[in-house]
């Protein structure tokens, strides 16, 4: 059994600015991280193999899913399959939990249009 505190889990910054994260725990076929997004801070348009799930715990997010777009507020979940393009965008100051299958490896698969 795994018992991880957040307090004890320690943050970096991610590819994009604005967004740090904290990898929270990594299992065998499943990932889940904490992301802080500062207000207009921005993943940009990507995609990658892993089925991604995330769910906004505190803010907003513009999340751009294939071309379609949705404002996701605290409470809200999204679901990218893998190999789809998507990003987002902090309309407010947000905490998100997203969790990977399988686990962020190598960025081998990732893709920038």
Known sequence: MSIIRLRDVSEEESRFPGVTRKSIVVGENLQALQLVMRVGAESTRHRH????????????????????????????????????????????????????????????????P
Do not use: K
């Open 49 to 112: 193999g892993r089925e991604q799930i995330s769910y906004c715990l505190n803010g907003a997010i513009e999340v751009d899913i294939d071309g379609q777009t949705a404002i996701c507020r605290a409470g809200t979940m999204w679901h990218v399959p893998g190999g789809t393009w998507h990003g987002a965008r902090a309309v407010e100051n947000s905490l998100i939990l997203e969790t990977f299958s399988p686990p962020i490896g190598g960025e081998g698969d990732w893709q920038e």
